[in-house]
C-alpha cells in the first residue's frame, strides 16, 4: 500500500466560540492509501484541545508507514499494530483507519458499513451547531441552518441565559447544550439544568472539568435531562468508568482511533444501556462520511462538520431537509472534490 499526506486547514464560515476561546480554522491531515488502481481516503481533525498537530501526524504515519507494506494481513490486525505504535495519536489513527476501510470496501466494492457488518443507516436527522458570537447574529445564522430540526448550542459563559433566552426568540427548535466542561460548581449546574429541562433542550453534554468524575455521578443522578461525556470519554477502556457517572457518550471517531474501535465501543455501550450520540470535530465530508456509516445505532447524531465550514476538500453525503444521507457507494463513498490539495509521498 502506497500511503501519502496532505496538511490543510479547514476555515468555520462563523468564528466558532466555546467556553474556552474562540477559533476560525481547524487543522486537518488528508491521507491517501493506494493499492493497485484503488484509492481510499482518511482525515484526521486536530482541534488544539486533543494535543495533536500536523507535525504529530506525520511524524506517526511515518511509524505506521512499515506496518502498511504487509497487505496480506487481516485488516483488523492492521489496525491493532498501527494502534500498538504509541498510547496517543488517535486522530492520526482513526485517519488511517477510516482510509484502510475506505480502500478496502472499494477494493471489495462493498460499503463500509456492511463491511463491518452493521445495518445500512437510513438518512438520520444531525444536530447542528449554532457558532456563538456576537447575539445579534443569532438570527441570520438561524435562518441559515432553517433545514435542521435539532439545534446545538454551546455553553459554559458567563451569559448562558441569554444566550438560550435569545434564540428561544426566534425558535422553538428542540436544543441540544454542550457546555465543553464549562461550569464547575455542580449545584450550579444541576440549577442550569433544571431550567434546561424547561427550555426544551433534549439533553447537555459534558457540564463539568473531565476528571471530576465524583460530581457528575451525583448530577447525573439528580438530572432531569440526560448528561452524555464528550471530553470525558475518549476509548473504549473508558466506558466502565463513564457508565457509573453519565447517563451517555458522544462517540468521535477521532477520539477513539476510528471505525474498528467505535463499533466496538457502540456495541458495549448498549449493552451497559448507554445513550450513544454520533459526534465529529471540525471535519469535512471525508471523516464524515466515515462516522455516519454508524449511523443506525446513534440516539443522536451530530455530525455537521461540512455544514460549518467554507472549503470542504470531499463530497459524498448529503444534508437533505436536516438529514444526513450517504450515497452507499463503496468505501465511505467520500470523493476529492478539491484537486489543488497536493500528497506527498510519505517514507517511512
Ligand atoms: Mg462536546
Known amino acids: 500500500m502506497k500511503l501519502s499526506y496532505a496538511p490543510y ?3 468555520f464560515k462563523h468564528p466558532f466560540g466555546l467556553s474556552h476561546g474562540t477559533r476560525t480554522k481547524t487543522d486537518v491531515v488528508y491521507v491517501k492509501l ?6 481510499g481516503y482518511g482525515e484526521a481533525a486536530l482541534p488544539p484541545y486533543l494535543g495533536e498537530t500536523q507535525t504529530s501526524v506525520t511524524a506517526f504515519f511515518k511509524k505506521a508507514a ?7 494481513l487481516p485488516l483488523a490486525e492492521i489496525i491493532q499494530t498501527i494502534d500498538k505504535i504509541s498510547y496517543g495519536n488517535t486522530a492520526a489513527k482513526a485517519a488511517l483507519d477510516i482510509a484502510l476501510y475506505d480502500l478496502s470496501g472499494k477494493i471489495q466494492n462493498k460499503p463500509v458499513y456492511e463491511l463491518l457488518g452493521l445495518e445500512k443507516p437510513a438518512p438520520k436527522e444531525t444536530s447542528v451547531t449554532i457558532a456563538i458570537g456576537d447575539l445579534s447574529l443569532i438570527p441570520g445564522k438561524l435562518k441559515e441552518l432553517s433545514d435542521f430540526k435539532l439545534l446545538k448550542i454551546k455553553l459554559g459563559n458567563a451569559n448562558d441565559k441569554e444566550i438560550i433566552s435569545c434564540i428561544r426568540k426566534h425558535t422553538d427548535k428542540p436544543l ?6 464549562g461550569w464547575t460548581d ?3 449546574a444541576l440549577d442550569m ?9 433534549l439533553f447537555t453534554e459534558q457540564p463539568l472539568p473531565k476528571e471530576n468524575y465524583k460530581d457528575m455521578s451525583w448530577l447525573t443522578e439528580k438530572s432531569p435531562l440526560p448528561i452524555l461525556a464528550d471530553e470525558s470519554f475518549q476509548r473504549l477502556d473508558d466506558l466502565e468508568k463513564i457508565s457509573e457517572c453519565f447517563s451517555g457518550i458522544n462517540l468521535k471517531l477521532m477520539k477513539c482511533a476510528g471505525l474498528y474501535e467505535g463499533v466496538k465501543i457502540i456495541s458495549a455501550a448498549k449493552k451497559k444501556k448507554l445513550k450513544i450520540n454520533i459526534g465529529c470535530m471540525s471535519e469535512s465530508s471525508c471523516g464524515i462520511a466515515a462516522a455516519a456509516q454508524l449511523m443506525h445505532y446513534a440516539d443522536w447524531v451530530d455530525l455537521d462538520g461540512p455544514m460549518l465550514i467554507k472549503n470542504n476538500a470531499f463530497s459524498g453525503i448529503n444534508f437533505i431537509d436536516g438529514k444526513l444521507e450517504l450515497n452507499n457507494s463503496p468505501g465511505t463513498g467520500a470523493l476529492l472534490q478539491n484537486s489543488g490539495i497536493s500528497f506527498q509521498l510519505c517514507q517511512g
Open 9 to 11: 486547514f479547514l476555515e
Open 34 to 39: 493506494e493499492k493497485d488502481d484503488k484509492i
Open 66 to 72: 512499515p506496518v502498511l507494506e504487509n497487505t496480506n
Open 176 to 181: 441540544v447544550a454542550d457546555i465543553n466542561q
Open 186 to 188: 455542580k449545584y450550579f
Open 193 to 201: 439544568i433544571h431550567w434546561l429541562a424547561e427550555q426544551n433542550v
